[in-house]
């Protein structure tokens, strides 16, 4: 299912392009930078600096205000074009569970069963050894060399 959608998806305008890129950075660089020249040529206006420079700050401020705002709905106006095209081609309900069930088999079969016989199953060369009883605070004789705790198991 994952396969086929990324198929669909590639056959969208500009999928894989720059065009989604723009899409997203351009009104937020547009909007971050209105706000900082919008704010220093305020500073400016307010400090009454001499010449041109905090009127022509204000002006490219608004400008990409201007700017910001218009790709902020063009791209909104793609995505909502994009959902509503594809919202009749969604999976069916029975297919998408079918799909995740398969996907949590997979993950159970090679994730987690393959890692917990790594560790329930001991090392090749590895000694096993009884311990004593559990009621007693003597060590175990397997780990009498290595440390002095009394054996727990």
């Known amino acids: ?16 392009s ?6 997203v950075l351009t009104p937020l660089v547009a909007g ?9 040529g305020g500073l400016l206006h307010a400090a009454d600096a001499l ?13 990409l205000a201007l700017v910001a705002a218009v790709t902020g709905l063009v ?3 793609a995505v909502l074009h994009t959902a509503l095209r594809r919202r009749g081609a969604l999976p069916a309900a029975d297919q998408v569970e079918h799909a995740r069930l398969v996907r949590r088999q997979e993950l159970l079969d090679r994730g987690m069963l393959p ?3 790594r560790h329930l199953v ?18 175990c004789p397997a780990r009498a060399r290595e440390d002095r705790t009394p054996c727990s198991d």
């Not at 720059?18 to 899409?23: E, G, M, S």
């Not at 010449?51 to 400008?63: E, I, N, R």
């Open 1 to 16: 299912m994952r396969r086929a959608a990324r198929h669909e998806a590639r056959g969208l305008l500009g999928s894989g």
């Open 18 to 23: 720059l065009l989604p890129a723009l899409a």
């Open 32 to 40: 971050t930078s209105a706000a900082a020249l919008l704010l220093i």
């Open 51 to 63: 010449g041109p420079l905090p009127g022509s700050l204000v002006a490219a401020g608004w400008t």
């Open 75 to 77: 791209t909104l106006a």
């Open 115 to 117: 890692h917990l016989r």
């Open 122 to 139: 001991p090392h090749p060369g590895t000694a096993i050894t009884p311990c004593s009883a559990p009621d007693t605070l003597t060590p």
